[in-house]
């Protein structure tokens, strides 16, 4: 299931899954991401023990994003913006849970809940950040931090994160080296809210990590859902558009089609989707079903 906007019920980014052949560790996943986009230099971040730097990555990291910027907080956790961010003063916001995830004690963040929480640590540990740098391009940003144990060296974690515009897709390579108890997390929040109490439902994970193993995860592009919108007639029409994850009922993509009938759905789904084409071309009084097409993914 894709991560949704919790406010608008859109789908903002796909959901997180483990890739198979990973970097040696999270450091060169970001050597090797610097070399793919033909970053040559990057920008250190000094250490931070209790607070949160706003980051501007110059893209939307979210699918219809209108925000750029991003918040890195020392408490092991990255947070993404769908909505612009009103007020960037940064502050500590407290535990955070959700169903099925672990209670992170707390993270940096701005007023306003973002869309998307990455986090990586171990998450009742009061974190820092040590040896961060960060990079972007057009093609995308990439971030790379070790979390620690707030004042020490133990709690280690590290981790390396790309980000491609729009939804493209996010990567993240992370370790741990301090023994059992770190997780790689995803939280949705509702956007328009003021309350970081994290929302339930779709592309919120949470994996355990274990010490010494280099993990992988990554989210899909999105894919485009086209046709041809015709009325009863067979002439091309002007129709509300909606796809919907099948397995679920999710409201995954609308349009409007143009007056050649013409429509396209950018959307994140895997599986079978659920077109429905709106008619509104009937007489009054009658029940016409709307027209649904099935597509595989």
């Known amino acids: 299931m894709p991560l949704l906007d919790k406010y608008s019920g859109e789908p903002v980014l796909g959901d997180f899954a483990a890739v198979g052949s990973v970097p040696a560790s999270a450091l060169a996943a970001y050597d090797a991401w610097a070399a793919e986009l033909g970053i040559s230099n990057s920008t250190a971040i000094a250490t931070i023990d209790d607070g949160g730097l706003v980051l501007d990555l110059g893209l939307a990291p ?10 890195f907080s020392s408490e092991g956790a990255l947070c993404l913006y769908r909505a ?4 960037t003063t940064i502050a500590s ?17 701005a007023a306003n809940p973002p869309a998307c929480l990455l986090s990586v640590k171990y998450p009742s540990v009061d974190g820092g950040c040590r040896d961060a740098k960060w990079a972007t391009s057009a093609a995308g940003a990439i971030l790379y931090t070790r979390w620690p144990h707030y004042g020490g060296s133990n709690n280690n974690v590290h981790a ?6 729009n939804g493209g897709g996010v990567s993240v390579v992370c370790h741990s080296e301090s023994g059992a108890g770190a997780y790689f997390q995803v ?12 929302g339930e439902g779709a592309g919120m994970i949470s ?19 086209s046709g041809t919108v015709k009325d009863s007639t067979g002439t091309p029409a002007s129709r509300t558009v909606r796809a919907y994850l099948r397995s679920s009922g999710v409201l995954i993509g609308q349009t409007d089609s143009d007056a050649g009938g013409s429509y396209g759905i950018e959307t994140f789904a895997s599986g079978e989707v659920q077109v429905v084409f ?7 009084g009658d029940v016409l079903n709307d027209i649904i097409h099935r597509v595989l993914l």
């Open 207 to 225: 994996v355990p990590l274990t010490s010494g193993t280099v993990y992988g995860f990554e989210t899909p592009p999105p894919v485009s859902l």
């Open 278 to 284: 709106c008619a509104d071309d009937v007489a009054e």
């Open 84 to 87: 612009a961010i009103p007020n």
């Open 160 to 165: 390396a994160i790309r980000i491609k515009p």
């Open 93 to 109: 916001r407290g535990a955070v849970s959700g169903t099925g995830l672990q209670t992170i004690a707390r993270f940096y963040g």
């Open 62 to 71: 979210l699918k219809g994003g209108a925000e750029t910027r991003v918040v």
């Open 187 to 198: 939280f949705g929040f509702v956007e328009g809210s003021t309350s970081y109490a994290a």
